[in-house]
């Protein structure tokens, strides 16, 4: 398993340096990175008091397949409910609005992994501390996308293999970050930060681990869903409901993630929405990925200078 060393400079929204390229990740430059943190003593407040979260929340929640997995009123509640009990750091919530201002398509899809992930959790019987500690983590996972260039974020064409890997650094940028800001490297939410590309059979990035932890997944599942049935740069139509179940179930079909997480997802999709325990999720693949995919096309070029 490789280390993690930071291939481009970790920079705050207000550009402090928080470490520089070429670090190598360790316990201890993150325990001393937590300490700097903790003499800011960044002040708190609810997420859904933050800017306009709540009213987006809702929004979001109305538009494409999430009209079907949340118009019953009491699931909503009950996902709102524990995100009203989210309190985080102001700078943290600041790179949301950042997210809200440059790129709506990351903003968009950190808000609704969120409410899967809160919603998905409870379904899969996990207690109330767990249901919280998933809420604090699940609008953090892609805060280390404040390290990648808006061109990279918002590009229309296929990405460059330097690109690919500006891109693909985000999740160690996030862990970084947010050990300084959540002054502590234990905290679940930096571990999801950096993890959750991660994978069950070892295929995923930066590390390349055998993902277990069960709490971990979901947000890697809907991390996955999200992306495919929402629009994006590189993609000017989703995918469609049921190819996006399709895609998903063909990661659980090769072992890179749970199947009690993809049939608590299905069950929600269905109109009658079984129990998750007689959910039956169809091994059929009758869909069709968009015209026009650029998802996974890398071009080769001389390398990018690195963002100082």
Partial sequence: MASLTLRIPVKTLDGKELLPAGTRITDSVLSRLAASGAGQRFPEMPLLEYGTLRRDLHT?????????????????NAVLSVMERTLLPVPVLEALRYYRRNDSYTYRHILMVFSLSCLLARDLGHDRRDILKEAAAGPLHDIGKISVPLKVLRKTTPLTRSERTLLEHHPI????????????????????????????DGSGYPRGIRLNDRLLEIVAVCDVYDALISPRPYRRVSFDNRTAIEE???????????????????SHNRKHRPPRQECKVSLEKRGKPPEGNLYGIVLEDDPLPLPG
């Fill in 173 to 200: 940028s996030g862990h970084v970050l947010l050990c300084y800001y959540l002054t502590d490297p234990k905290r679940f939410a930096t571990k999801v930060a950096r993890d959750h590309h991660e994978r069950r």
């Fill in 60 to 76: 979001f929640t109305r538009q494409s397949a999430y009209r079907v997995i949340f118009n019953d009123s009491e699931r909503l």
């Fill in 248 to 266: 998903i179930t063909r990661m659980a079909e090769r072992v890179e993630i749970d199947w009690e997480i993809v049939t608590a997802l299905v």
